[in-house]
């Protein structure tokens, strides 16, 4: 997967827990380092307002992975790119995207 592809994949994962094994092939794909990679473990919890919500697995069952948006803001703090901080989780993986896209020479494509 080339950078252009990566960013693409990481943009469809507005709002998404990343598995361990994503995380690693983005990072891979962006050449930022293991560190960028750094999964956790977070509860299921689709009965709460805005919870983790991961189809195939029962309330309160930990997950491992790592939110794409912080997966995105560990990418661009990890290569040393500079990205605006937002509230919302979907405008922060947006914004990243665009400065890593802008980063890599890439046309932006994602609206910021």
């Known amino acids: 997967m080339d950078k252009k592809e990566a960013l693409k994949l990481l943009a469809s994962w507005d709002h998404a827990f990343v598995s361990s094994t994503g995380a690693v092939k983005m990072i891979t794909a962006l050449g930022a380092s ?13 009965s709460e307002f805005k919870g983790l919500n991961v189809p195939g697995k029962k309330e309160g069952e930990k997950v491992y992975g790592v939110a794409a948006h912080i997966l995105a803001e560990n990418i ?7 990205y605006p901080q937002m509230l919302g989780k979907g405008f922060q993986l947006r914004v990243c995207i665009v400065a890593l896209q802008k980063h890599f020479g890439q046309e932006v494509t994602v609206n910021g």
Do not use: F, H, I, M
Not at 76 to 82: F, I, P
């Open 34 to 46: 293991a560190k960028a990679g750094k999964c956790y473990y977070e509860e299921n919890r689709p």
């Open 76 to 82: 661009c703090r990890d290569l040393g790119v500079e």
